[in-house]
């Protein structure tokens, strides 16, 4: 990422917090997983992780390829009395350490946009999915009305929506739509709302 670490978790907390509470509560209801093992993907400092775990009982592993987010995610666990529950780890989309089919919900929220290689991304994501497992993976911030504070915020801040890089007309939707036809991934959906740009996997039953 181009953006300083401290300074993107700086708004993280000081302007996001009411996005990943609403996208947690989202993801609670859309894919009814509560419980079992999750991974939050490119999870930065951890918050919309720890915001889910707050809602659900869900085991969770907060992964990065960032050393300095991963410190700052695990002292947001600790912050947060939620150590039992869950880990802050060290890695890349890409080529995860996690056996086959044992995660019962993936979750990311603006990462998928940094990824180098989304295909390669999803059939890995695809591949630690347990049967009936849901992938909620994308980008936003949450509702209509919580864009419009965020990017009033931002911008007392001199700042814009999104942060860091991936600005221009990338069509992200037909982009992403492409990579998981060729992962070869078929029970899928990419969908582009007031709510963000959202994909949604699910693992068969019988695979
Ligand atoms: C814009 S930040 C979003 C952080 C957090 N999900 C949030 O919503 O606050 C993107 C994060 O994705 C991470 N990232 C980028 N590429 C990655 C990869 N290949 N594997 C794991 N994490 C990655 C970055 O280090 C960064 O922390």
Known sequence: MEMNV?????IAREVFAPVY???????????????GLCVDLGAGGGYLGIELAKITDL?????DSSLEMVDIARD??????LAKRLHAIHGDVHNMLMPDSSVDLVVSRGSVFF????????????RV???????YIGGGLGSPEIRKQVVAKLKEMG?????????????HQALF??????AGITNCSVIRSEAGLWIVIRKEMME
Do not use: S
């Open 6 to 10: 401290l300074e993107f978790d700086r």
């Open 21 to 35: 509470r609403f996208i947690a509560e989202k993801i609670k209801v859309k894919t009814g997983v509560t419980e």
């Open 59 to 63: 085991k969770m592993y907060l992964l």
């Open 76 to 81: 947001n666990i600790i912050n947060a009395g």
């Open 115 to 126: 990824w180098e290689d989304t295909t390669k991304a999803f059939r890995e994501i695809y």
């Open 129 to 135: 999915l347990a049967p009936r497992g849901i992938a």
């Open 159 to 171: 700042r814009e929506f999104p942060l860091a890089g991936k600005k221009g007309k990338k069509d």
């Open 177 to 182: 739509r492409r990579a998981l036809k060729d």
